[in-house]
C-alpha cells in the first residue's frame, strides 16, 4: 500500500506541473496573438449567416441626413472570405464592396475606414461602422434579421 500512496502522489505532480505549464503557455500569448484572435473570430462572426438590412447614413452639421440603403427588401449581403461583401439584389444582380478588417474595432468597407461601434463577438444580429471625417459622419448599420 505504501507503493501506491507514493505513485498517487506522483501522478498529481505531473498533473499539478502539467497544468502549470499550460497556463503559463497561455498567458505569455502577446497582446498581438489575442487581437488577431478576436479579429479572426470578429469575421467569421460576419461571415456567417447573410446581412438583410443595411443603410448607410451621412450626416453634417445644420443639414439633413442623407440615407441611402445598400441592402433592402428580397436583398442581403454577404462578406465572403476573399475580401468583398457581395448585395445580391432581388432582381439577380450583384454589387460587391471590398472590405478587410485590420482589427476587431476598424473595417475598412469600401476604402474608407471606420470604427466597429459594437462588440461584434458579444452581438451577431447588428453591428454599426462609423466613420467621422472633416465634420461629415458617415455610419453604416448591418441587421439580421
Known sequence: MKDMRGLTW???NWLVLLVGVATLALVSCSEETVDNIERDTALNIIRANKWFDVVKT????GQADVTEVLVGD???LEFR???YAYVYGANGST???PYHMPSNK???FDGVEYDVQ????????RFTLVNTTSGITTTITFRRR
Open 10 to 12: 506522483t501522478i498529481k
Open 58 to 61: 451621412t450626416s453634417v452639421a
Open 74 to 76: 428580397g436583398e442581403n
Open 81 to 83: 472570405s476573399n475580401g
Open 95 to 97: 454589387e460587391s464592396y
Open 106 to 108: 476598424k473595417m475598412v
Open 118 to 125: 459594437e462588440n461584434i463577438i458579444q452581438t451577431v444580429a
